[in-house]
């Protein structure tokens, strides 16, 4: 099931899949080599290869070709930094005449609490079974206190900012697609989360204020204290996205189940406060495209 057939793809913006991580390891060594494991991993479950990057302590559209691997740029940017310092690179793939399939972005926070987080978009042909077990590796690796995986607005940072402006207008008409600027700009792992997704990881600090056994197709699994849960159909070792009336209601349902746990974010600069308030609304609606 495509739930957004008829958007039409440009260089400029377009729907990925994508996951986020946020988690709570000190930047040390070992975790900067266990995240560096997890993009070796993403690359090769995408069939994909990093081309372009940008540090976040440059201006946000200094965009540059990588030369000799993205690794050594990746030691380059977090090997041995300061304490209290917030570390940001970006990485990707895209050209002027084509929208980057996959990017990355790493934000690592060396100073208490440590809360770190890891974003990745990627083709919308990787199938949800190798995502689910692509997120339930990273839950191995690293002390997760949430992750999240849906579809995703992909924006090319070449074209910067109108390309962002449109894909965040596009958000208008597609209810269960997320971005960087809207949904992932609020996690707090003290708070609560922004909203439902097709799979989740709640760490024990939001997973115990819930009640998720008698929700019906709401898949529930625990993982040592973390609690996967998905929309999906799961049939064997298969999982698949049901019908679209079936996934509005599950979405409509676990957007009840997270009641206690959701808090409130702030309206993108590029989305009216009449196009924000249908969009926070978008879940209760049953209205998919």
Not at 151 to 174: D, F, H, V
């Amino acid at each position: 099931m495509d739930p957004f057939f008829g958007f039409q793809e440009n260089e400029k913006y377009g729907l990925r899949k994508g996951m986020v991580f946020y988690f709570a390891d000190e930047m040390t060594a070992n975790t900067i080599a266990a995240v560096e494991t997890i993009l070796q991993q993403f690359l090769q479950m995408t069939q994909q290869e990093f081309t372009k990057k940008h540090s976040g302590r440059s201006d946000y559209v200094n965009v540059r070709n990588l030369r000799g691997g993205w690794q050594k740029i990746f030691h380059r940017e977090f090997d041995g930094r300061d304490r209290n310092n917030a570390e940001v690179l970006v990485l990707d793939s895209c050209t002027p005449q084509k929208l980057q399939p996959i990017r990355a972005v790493i934000v690592f926070r060396n100073c208490e609490p440590w809360l770190n987080d890891l974003y990745l978009q990627f083709p919308l042909s990787v199938s949800w079974a190798d995502v689910s077990c692509f997120v339930a590796g990273v839950n191995q690796t690293l002390r997760l206190q949430y992750a999240s995986a849906g579809y995703e607005m992909a924006s090319n940072i070449l074209y910067y900012p109108g390309s962002l402006g449109y894909a965040t207008r596009a958000l208008e008409n597609l209810p269960y697609v997320n971005s960087e600027v809207s949904e992932w700009n609020a996690f707090m792992a003290h708070l609560g989360i922004p909203c439902p997704n097709f799979l989740q990881v709640l760490g024990p600090a939001l997973h115990t204020q819930l009640q998720p056994d008698s929700i019906p197709g709401i898949y529930t699994e625990l993982m040592g204290d973390r609690m996967l849960l998905d929309l999906f159909d799961h049939i064997g070792d298969t999982i698949s996205e049901p019908p679209k009336e079936e996934l509005e209601a599950r979405f409509s349902r676990l957007y009840q189940l997270f009641q206690p746990i959701l808090v409130s974010y702030p309206r993108p600069v590029f989305l009216k406060k009449d196009l924000w308030e249908k969009r926070l609304a978008r879940f209760h609606t049953t209205t998919i495209i």
